[in-house]
């Protein structure tokens, strides 16, 4: 064991649990535990002023209380490599309010549309008839337009009907083939039973941390030209804390690189946005409900609300502008969609079915005009997905 403690030996491992608060790692990590990420952890202990009167002018020393955790996780946004297989990081977004859905094959050969107009189309079987049950999820499309597309459905009727996040001249038609490519997507739930809270243990050069019953959000910033990173914020209950302990075998660091964002989609009120960066942040708030009968004097966090925000910095348009101004002044919600990567397995599509614009101001970048964007998803449970397919 190292007399100094090198940062730069560090492993994060992450299990969800069965029970909340109850250690899900038990000792040492399993290989599919660990997270290949930079992390930093945040302790914080409550304490209380000592009223006592010591006969100095000195205070007394204050009392220490129970011991939290606030964990930030930075990952690259890298996919499994097979397309229907969920990314190692998959599994924290259960703990911030994310439902996993995996579609193992991909549904339509591609098959013809029965129908279509600029930014609709309507499939035939092997499509199910089912509301919402493909939103979120990418579509391929080929055929018409000729050249195919990537696109994301936004809103799925009974009735088959793909409402699309682009806008297509000519109309889709018979002529357009379809595919929802095998995929995991990750859709927001209000359900508390979905997902779990995380076990997590942070092994440095000789040192380990313990977090318990950990539970946050996540957020991407896409940057034009760039590879995105997903960051997780996590809170917890300290289990033990700078507890000396060897740093185990089995970690094996995942090297796949994220895709750039590069000849992709960038969409804002189906119309290309060009911009340089696009924000996502999923805004989960968590709260510790106080419990004397607990070892720390209250429990694991649980997630109390949610508070999503998209932010833009597209370029200004004597057309695109005075629309997004049109629909800032009246409150009339837009849809946003991102897709990166080209590789199976290994693409990411983002999306918002619906949100307010909250904020239009003026901004320069590289001395052109700017329109500085913030917007809110209004949508319950449909504020934002993300696909890894």
């Given amino acids: 064991m190292a007399v100094s403690v090198r940062t730069r030996l560090k492993r994060i491992a992450l299990k969800v649990e069965s029970v909340p608060g109850v250690d899900s790692i038990a000792g040492t990590p399993a290989s599919g535990d660990y997270v290949t990420c930079s992390a930093s952890f945040r302790m914080m202990q409550d304490s209380t002023p000592n009223p006592v009167e010591n006969g100095g002018f000195d205070d007394a020393a204050p009392i220490p209380g129970g011991m939290r955790a606030e964990i930030v996780l930075t990952i690259p946004l890298a996919g499994s490599g097979a397309a229907a297989t969920p990314p190692e990081w998959g599994k924290l977004l259960g703990a911030c309010r994310m439902e996993q859905v995996i579609t193992a094959a991909a549904i339509g050969a591609p098959t013809a549309a029965t129908a279509g107009t600029a930014n609709t189309v309507t499939g035939g079987v092997p499509f199910a ?24 459905i936004l809103d799925y009727t009974v009735g088959r009907v793909m409402t699309l996040a682009r806008t297509y001249a000519p109309v889709l038609s018979v002529g357009s083939l379809l595919q929802v490519p095998a995929n995991v997507l990750y859709r927001p739930t209000s359900d508390d039973t979905i997902g779990g809270g995380l076990t997590a243990y942070c092994f440095m050069d000789g040192l380990r941390h313990r977090v318990l019953g950990c539970r946050g959000s996540w957020a ?13 914020r996590l809170t917890g209950i300290v289990a033990a804390y700078k507890e000396a302990a060897a740093t ?89 969609a991102a897709i990166l990567g080209t590789v199976a397995g290994n693409r990411f599509a983002i999306s918002s079915p619906s949100a307010q614009i909250l904020d239009l101001q003026d901004a320069e970048r590289a001395e052109l005009g700017v329109d500085a964007i913030a917007m809110q998803p209004d949508l319950v449970d449909a504020s934002m997905f993300l696909a890894c397919f």
């Fill in 129 to 152: 008839a089912t509301a919402q049950l493909y939103r979120g999820m990418p579509l391929l499309i080929t055929g018409n337009p000729a050249a195919g597309a990537q696109d994301v």
């Fill in 220 to 232: 991407i910033g896409l940057m034009a030209g760039k590879p995105a990173s997903i960051v997780i």
């Fill in 248 to 336: 185990p075998a089995g970690f094996v660091p995942v090297t796949r690189q994220a895709p750039r964002w590069a000849g992709g989609v960038a969409q804002m009120n189906r119309t290309q946005i060009a911009c340089e960066s696009l924000g996502w942040d999923m805004g989960v708030r968590t709260y510790f409900p106080e419990n004397p009968e607990a070892a720390e004097g209250f429990d694991v966090p649980i997630i109390t609300g949610a508070g999503p925000r998209i932010s833009a910095n597209p370029f200004s348009h004597t057309t695109n502008t005075p629309t997004r101004a049109g629909a800032f002044r009246a409150g009339t919600p837009v849809p946003v």
